[in-house]
């Protein structure tokens, strides 16, 4: 007797398969679309070129002249990318002419050199670049005036860096001449984040021996850049750090400056968690700021400069810069645009952020207590909804705060990686009503998992995918991701990359009756279609059995699927069975529809 097999759609593991029976349980690169499960779109690399580090937020806009941009902030850079290029856009923290030879060789077998610099404040991985320098030994101008990135911090007045092309050198040898410029980038952050209190957190520790930092304040930062368009002009800022403005009219051979030195700024923040452009009536609103003449970071203040003008910090009566402090909570955790509002996430809540004019310029309302969020970019708006990963939950914001009920809720949170939560990256994929959060899970420290949920068809599903951001909709019409260095056109093409997609989908048990029977299977007719440009496409359809529910499931019966394939004679016996579909064909897609069974009791076993 022919049975159809029409699961219901979304995938569920937050119970056993068995209680699950007549739903799907597993998937990887398989979504749903009007209840059917269908393959993911591919991804290719949207440039040739590289960048460097770990890009942990993106931001695109057009300057007036028509050029299209793209800011990214990695642990290690900011760069703009125009035209398939990056272009180094990293701020300058010091500039200095270095004592006499400077560069003294390390061995005769590297091109390691100590570089010399009283109070150089430099981190782990910073970068320098050195100009006036002579040759000496086997060293020339050419391999001495670049960039350089520390390889070791030897102490605090010395380095190590290592020159390439060096064939032979002496060791102990002192060098580079009396006028070497040595200008130092921003101090770069780590790759892994440090949740702690007191001296040692930080990259030199954190106030005096002995001493505690703020409870649940994270202080071995990772580097999470914040960024948005003023204008046509690029506003970026390093949470726990500066903020930093890049003029786009004078091109991309410039690099971004601090706001404070902005000629005619006043009073501008220099330590936050970071920005958002309040784009209506243009103020540019600084979160976790330090007050007005003070240097101390203020974890719960909210400050806005002047509107229209990115130098004007004073509040008077003259301008409309102005600042408020949170009342609950201990740090801003993230914020985002929403319907003509900022919402404001604290460690304990959640707060409204809206223009009112003049006196106060804007006006703020605790809207939810007990709700948080996870991380600074695990939060995304989509048709003036906005959605977000909490601590333990899925939530929503519409104008009132809802939990989303979620069928995979356990297997997410059981799994994440917590001391890694501020690299959850929340995106959207609005073509196919879609939000993705990319999370570290077990022993990963990067995101290598995702879950995403599709609003309109109130279905959840998983899988595999290393993206550290995300951006929808960008410049070439598809959405865009990092990882390692690349950046990925995502939903384009069948294939990853230059691999095939590896996709599949696994149901939850089946059984006939109360489970006491066993059951026969003898003939399957797929349904299912084949995109792509692949003109042998295949999958394979895997019937999985077990007797018990606590047994693994063994392979019963396999066999490749294509367009013109009408049924299947099988043989198969069991109590339960499920129903796996995958293919590792390269330039193919896939849709599900109804697959039918040939299926009968068959007594029992004894």
Request: glycine share 10%; hydrophobic share 35%.
């Given at each position: 007797?022919?049975?159809?097999?029409?699961?219901?759609?979304?995938?569920?593991?937050?119970?056993?398969?068995?209680?699950?029976?007549?739903?799907?349980?597993?998937?990887?690169?398989?979504?749903?679309?009007?209840?059917?499960?269908?393959?993911?779109?591919?991804?290719?690399?949207?440039t040739s070129n590289e960048f460097l580090g770990e890009c942990r937020a993106l931001h695109q806009w057009t300057a007036l002249d028509g050029t299209s941009y793209t800011a990214y902030g990695t642990n290690l850079k900011l760069y703009v990318e125009t035209g398939g290029d990056y272009?180094?856009?990293?701020?300058?923290?010091?500039?200095?002419?270095?004592?006499?030879?400077?560069?003294?060789?390390?061995?005769?077998?590297?091109?390691?050199?100590?570089?010399?610099?009283?109070?150089?404040?430099?981190?782990?991985?910073?970068?320098?670049?050195?100009?006036?320098?002579?040759?000496?030994?086997?060293?020339?101008?050419?391999?001495?005036?670049?960039?350089?990135?520390?390889?070791?911090?030897?102490?605090?007045?010395?380095?190590?860096?290592?020159?390439?092309?060096?064939?032979?050198?002496?060791?102990?040898?002192?060098?580079?001449?009396?006028?070497?410029?040595?200008?130092?980038?921003?101090?770069?952050?780590?790759?892994?984040?440090?949740?702690?209190?007191?001296?040692?957190?930080?990259?030199?520790?954190?106030?005096?021996?002995?001493s505690a930092s703020s409870s649940g304040v994270s202080t071995g930062q990772i580097r999470i850049w914040s960024l948005d368009n003023f204008g046509e002009d690029l506003v970026a800022a390093v949470r726990g750090g500066n903020i930093y403005w890049w003029d786009a009219s004078v091109?991309?051979?410039?690099?971004?400056?601090?706001?404070?030195?902005?000629?005619?700024?006043?009073?501008?923040?220099?330590?936050?968690?970071?920005?958002?452009?309040?784009?209506?009536?243009?103020?540019?609103?600084?979160?976790?700021?330090?007050?007005?003449?003070?240097?101390?970071?203020?974890?719960?203040?909210?400050?806005?400069?002047?509107?229209?003008?990115?130098?004007?910090?004073?509040?008077?009566?003259?301008?409309?810069?102005?600042?408020?402090?949170?009342?609950?909570?201990?740090?801003?955790?993230?914020?985002?645009?929403?319907?003509?509002?900022?919402?404001?996430?604290?460690?304990?809540?959640?707060?409204?952020?809206?223009?009112?004019?003049?006196?106060?310029?804007?006006?703020?309302?605790?809207?939810?207590?007990?709700?948080?969020?996870?991380?600074?970019?695990?939060?995304?708006?989509?048709?003036?909804?906005?959605?977000?990963?909490?601590?333990?939950?899925?939530?929503?914001?519409?104008?009132?705060?809802?939990?989303?009920?979620?069928?995979?809720?356990?297997?997410?949170?059981?799994?994440?990686?917590?001391?890694?939560?501020?690299?959850?990256?929340?995106?959207?994929?609005?073509?196919?009503?879609?939000?993705?959060?990319?999370?570290?899970?077990?022993?990963?420290?990067?995101?290598?998992?995702?879950?995403?949920?599709?609003?309109?068809?109130?279905?959840?599903?998983?899988?595999?995918?290393?993206?550290?951001?995300?951006?929808?909709?960008?410049?070439?019409?598809?959405?865009?991701?990092?990882?390692?260095?690349?950046?990925?056109?995502?939903?384009?093409?069948?294939?990853?990359?230059?691999?095939?997609?590896?996709?599949?989908?696994?149901?939850?048990?089946?059984?006939?009756?109360?489970?006491?029977?066993?059951?026969?299977?003898?003939?399957?007719?797929?349904?299912?279609?084949?995109?792509?440009?692949?003109?042998?496409?295949?999958?394979?359809?895997?019937?999985?059995?077990?007797?018990?529910?606590?047994?693994?499931?063994?392979?019963?019966?396999?066999?490749?699927?294509?367009?013109?394939?009408?049924?299947?004679?099988?043989r198969v016996r069991g109590r339960q069975f499920a129903l796996r579909v995958e293919s590792s064909e390269p330039n193919q897609a896939w849709r599900l529809g109804v697959t039918r069974f040939d299926m009968q009791p068959d007594g029992r076993k004894t």
């Open positions: 007797m022919l049975q159809s097999l029409k699961l219901r759609p979304g995938i569920t593991k937050d119970i056993t398969d068995l209680s699950n029976s007549g739903g799907w349980y597993d998937s990887d690169k398989v979504r749903f679309r009007m209840g059917y499960p269908e393959t993911i779109g591919g991804w290719q690399a949207y272009y180094d856009i990293t701020p300058i923290r010091r500039t200095v002419t270095l004592g006499a030879n400077p560069f003294t060789t390390q061995s005769t077998s590297n091109g390691k050199l100590t570089v010399t610099d009283a109070s150089n404040g430099v981190v782990l991985h910073d970068f320098v670049t050195f100009s006036g320098a002579t040759a000496f030994d086997n060293y020339t101008t050419g391999m001495l005036n670049a960039e350089f990135q520390v390889i070791e911090v030897l102490t605090s007045g010395t380095y190590t860096i290592e020159v390439t092309g060096v064939t032979s050198a002496s060791a102990g040898v002192s060098g580079g001449g009396a006028a070497v410029e040595a200008e130092y980038q921003i101090n770069t952050g780590p790759d892994t984040q440090v949740f702690g209190t007191g001296w040692g957190t930080g990259t030199w520790g954190r106030g005096t021996w002995g091109g991309t051979g410039t690099r971004a400056i601090a706001l404070e030195d902005i000629p005619g700024s006043n009073q501008a923040p220099t330590i936050c968690y970071g920005i958002q452009v309040s784009d209506v009536d243009r103020h540019l609103v600084v979160f976790g700021a330090n007050e007005n003449g003070e240097t101390t970071q203020d974890y719960l203040l909210v400050r806005w400069c002047s509107a229209e003008d990115l130098t004007e910090w004073e509040a008077n009566t003259t301008t409309t810069a102005g600042s408020q402090r949170l009342s609950s909570g201990s740090q801003i955790i993230g914020w985002t645009r929403a319907r003509q509002e900022i919402l404001i996430w604290t460690d304990v809540g959640l707060n409204t952020m809206a223009f009112t004019g003049p006196p106060y310029t804007f006006g703020f309302n605790l809207m939810a207590e007990g709700v948080s969020i996870m991380g600074p970019n695990s939060m995304a708006e989509d048709k003036n909804t906005v959605f977000w990963m909490d601590l333990n939950s899925f939530r929503i914001y519409d104008g009132s705060v809802n939990t989303i009920p979620c069928p995979v809720q356990a297997y997410v949170f059981d799994n994440l990686n917590f001391d890694q939560r501020y690299k959850v990256f929340c995106g959207t994929n609005s073509r196919f009503n879609e939000v993705w959060w990319f999370y570290p899970a077990g022993a990963s420290n990067e995101n290598n998992l995702y879950v995403a949920f599709n609003y309109v068809d109130n279905t959840w599903f998983i899988g595999q995918l290393e993206r550290t951001a995300w951006w929808d909709m960008s410049f070439n019409g598809y959405p865009i991701a990092t990882s390692d260095g690349t950046t990925w056109t995502q939903e384009y093409g069948t294939n990853a990359g230059t691999s095939a997609l590896e996709p599949y989908i696994e149901g939850s048990d089946l059984q006939i009756g109360d489970g006491e029977q066993f059951s026969f299977i003898t003939r399957i007719i797929p349904d299912i279609t084949f995109t792509g440009e692949n003109q042998t496409p295949l999958a394979n359809y895997l019937i999985l059995r077990r007797n018990f529910p606590g047994q693994d499931f063994t392979t019963g019966y396999t066999s490749s699927v294509s367009n013109d394939t009408e049924q299947k004679f099988v």
